[in-house]
């Protein structure tokens, strides 16, 4: 009876082992078709909006004034700088230099040039007020004969399209 028991238990050992082998091919070979990252983005289509309409004449009037309102404040902008700038000559830089305490400059026909360097702006171009500052620098001759470049920081104050006050400092 040993013997048979032996077989027996080989025949269930060599059974399972084939029904492993088929299951182990089924499923190797019949693996589903799973699509990979960039099939699947190829099928998704995302509508593009390249141009957009208003036609609704209230939007289109709101961007117009919105635009004329910011090209009024740039114009503004550099009217009060120039109104600024039409301020200091080389006989108000000397002042305003002597003013400080630049003691090494003899006269204002000593002024080579001024160079404005940077502008800052702001104001209302409604009320045509501005405060304006600007760096400036100031060449000249010292009374040595040396060439010395200062630089101004000028604040100009425009109340009614007109200046009402200019403040220097040494930068």
Known sequence: MKGGKIKALLWTIVGLAIVSVLLSCIAVFN????????EVASLVVVPSVTNVEYND???KA?????????DEDDLWEAEAQ????AEYTNRHLYNALIDLNVTDLDDKGDI???????????????DKDADVEQEVRVYYENSVGDDVRVTLIIKTE??????EDTDYALA
């Open 62 to 70: 709101d961007i117009a004034s919105v635009q004329a309102t910011l």
């Open 82 to 85: 120039k109104l600024a700038e």
């Open 57 to 59: 004449s209230a939007i």
């Open 31 to 38: 693996q589903p078709d799973i699509p990979t990252a960039s």
């Open 158 to 163: 425009i109340l009614d399209n007109e200046v």
């Open 112 to 126: 080579e040039k001024f160079v404005v360097k940077d502008t800052d702006v702001s104001g209302d171009a409604d």
